[in-house]
């Protein structure tokens, strides 16, 4: 039998109340903390294009309205059921795209919690106990199970940190799970939220770091990140010495086009690993045969992964470049992401909380 400890739950968030509907107020109830929650006081909250996709409800999930989105949180503890061990009240924590599991599949036993049948997401999917619908970090408070909820290592900038939790995650775990280090060379496809910390990751953790880039006034910037070398994927040139250079390709594109003239540049048993999803990716099976390249992907990271994660984070300071905002800016910064107007990735403040009078802005997404 699961034990409840009663707290105040109020919550006061941004949500789309009908599919493609711009973000408004909305004040519900977190459920109650079980044995093993935490509750934590939302600080700051990153915005992911994901968050757009899903407000559109692009993929057809069965999504109820109101959706508060929001899955790269930050926040304190400030209170936790009788039995957490993990954290304790005043500790800085946060959470990504996962707070549930069915915690006895393979893969869950493996601490690769993120390729579960029975994914919970931080918000759209619905709790397993009492079957209500999960709102995301768009918010002022959320509950968790201690299982989904990370220490933040001490010394790091709190304000910087969140989009680890899914940008950074999404492209660090590829670049572990095939062995980049010293004397490989790392192609990153897409200079964007993603893009832009796998190249830091990449530099951090020793390898040769090439960028691909359609637009020559970037290259001075994308350097800055860490890349070694810029190569503008539209001169013929420039792509045709990089044949057979690439070790590992990170592909963060989420529209469609044509994959092969980046495909050509990995090297032999080399890797191309999409992780930008949203489009369908258009292939010659010829340029895999060819040099026996290997196309993948990657969903994010495990809990175990999270955690070295953040600790590699911290050790080499790496944070994603972001932009700080306010709730009531919050509507525009959307529309600025889907024309990619950010360098690289949105941060919610929300310190200050969010209030429950209208916010700015009134687009359809």
Same mark, same amino acid.
């Given at each position: 039998?699961?034990?409840?400890?009663?707290?105040?739950?109020?919550?006061?968030?941004?949500?789309?109340?009908?599919?493609?509907?711009?973000? !408004?107020?909305?004040?519900?109830?977190?459920?109650?903390?079980?044995?093993?929650?935490?509750?934590?006081?939302?600080?700051?909250?990153?915005?992911? /294009?994901?968050?757009?996709?899903?407000?559109?409800?692009?993929?057809?999930?069965?999504?109820?309205?109101?959706?508060?989105?929001?899955?790269?949180?930050?926040?304190?503890?400030?209170?936790?059921?009788?039995?957490?061990?993990?954290?304790?009240? #005043?500790?800085?924590?946060?959470?990504?795209?996962?707070?549930?599991?069915?915690?006895?599949?393979?893969?869950?036993?493996? /601490?690769?919690?993120?390729?579960?049948?029975?994914?919970?997401?931080?918000?759209?999917? !619905?709790?397993?106990?009492?079957?209500?619908?999960? /709102?995301?970090?768009?918010?002022?408070?959320?509950?968790?199970?201690?299982?989904?909820?990370?220490?933040?290592?001490? #010394?790091?900038?709190?304000?910087?940190?969140?989009? %680890?939790?899914?940008?950074?995650?999404?492209?660090?775990?590829?670049?572990?799970?095939?062995?980049?280090?010293?004397?490989?060379?790392?192609?990153?496809?897409?200079?964007?939220?993603?893009?832009?910390?796998?190249?830091?990751?990449?530099?951090?953790?020793?390898?040769? +770091?090439?960028?691909?880039?359609?637009?020559?006034?970037?290259?001075?910037?994308?350097?800055? %990140?860490?890349?070694?070398?810029?190569?503008?994927?539209?001169?013929?040139?420039?792509?045709?010495?990089?044949? #057979?250079?690439?070790?590992?390709?990170?592909?963060? +594109?989420?529209?469609?086009?044509?994959?092969?003239?980046?495909?050509?540049?990995?090297?032999?048993?080399?890797?191309?690993?999409?992780? #930008?999803?949203?489009?369908? %990716?258009?292939?010659?099976?010829?340029?895999?045969?060819?040099?026996?390249?290997?196309?993948?992907?990657?969903?994010?990271?495990?809990?175990?992964?999270?955690? &070295?994660?953040?600790?590699?984070?911290?050790?080499?300071?790496?944070?994603?470049?972001?932009?700080?905002?306010?709730?009531?800016?919050?509507?525009?910064?959307? &529309?600025?992401?889907?024309?990619?107007?950010?360098?690289?990735?949105?941060?919610?403040?929300?310190?200050?909380?969010?209030?429950?009078?209208?916010?700015?802005?009134?687009?359809?997404?």
């Amino acid at each position: 039998m699961t034990n409840t400890t009663h707290i105040n739950t109020e919550t006061h968030a941004l949500a789309a109340y009908e599919q493609h509907g711009a973000l !408004k107020p909305f004040t519900f109830n977190r459920r109650q903390l079980r044995d093993k929650d935490v509750a934590v006081r939302i600080l700051y909250a990153g915005v992911c /294009h994901t968050d757009i996709h899903n407000i559109k409800n692009e993929a057809n999930r069965p999504f109820s309205y109101p959706l508060v989105p929001g899955h790269e949180i930050m926040g304190e503890v400030t209170a936790v059921g009788p039995a957490v061990t993990t954290v304790s009240v #005043g500790d800085a924590v946060l959470i990504g795209v996962q707070v549930d599991s069915c915690r006895r599949c393979e893969r869950c036993k493996e /601490h690769l919690e993120v390729y579960c049948p029975e994914f919970g997401s931080t918000y759209g999917t !619905k709790d397993r106990i009492d079957g209500t619908q999960n /709102h995301g970090g768009f918010s002022t408070m959320y509950v968790a199970d201690e299982y989904f909820v990370f220490k933040m290592p001490n #010394g790091m900038d709190a304000s910087r940190v969140a989009p %680890l939790m899914c940008a950074g995650a999404t492209v660090y775990s590829p670049l572990r799970q095939y062995g980049i280090g010293p004397g490989k060379t790392v192609g990153v496809l897409g200079i964007g939220g993603l893009g832009h910390l796998a190249v830091k990751y990449a530099r951090a953790m020793g390898a040769h +770091v090439v960028a691909f880039t359609t637009s020559p006034n970037k290259i001075e910037e994308i350097k800055k %990140l860490g890349a070694h070398e810029v190569v503008l994927s539209k001169d013929a040139a420039q792509m045709q010495a990089r044949v #057979g250079t690439i070790d590992l390709m990170i592909d963060t +594109v989420s529209s469609s086009y044509p994959v092969d003239p980046y495909m050509w540049t990995v090297k032999f048993d080399g890797v191309y690993c999409s992780v #930008g999803a949203g489009a369908r %990716l258009d292939v010659d099976p010829l340029v895999l045969m060819l040099g026996r390249r290997k196309l993948t992907s990657s969903a994010g990271a495990g809990s175990d992964e999270i955690r &070295e994660m953040l600790e590699f984070s911290a050790k080499h300071a790496v944070y994603p470049e972001v932009e700080l905002i306010k709730p009531d800016y919050l509507n525009t910064a959307l &529309e600025r992401l889907e024309k990619n107007d950010v360098r690289f990735r949105f941060v919610m403040d929300l310190r200050k909380g969010i209030s429950p009078e209208r916010q700015n802005g009134s687009r359809q997404l």
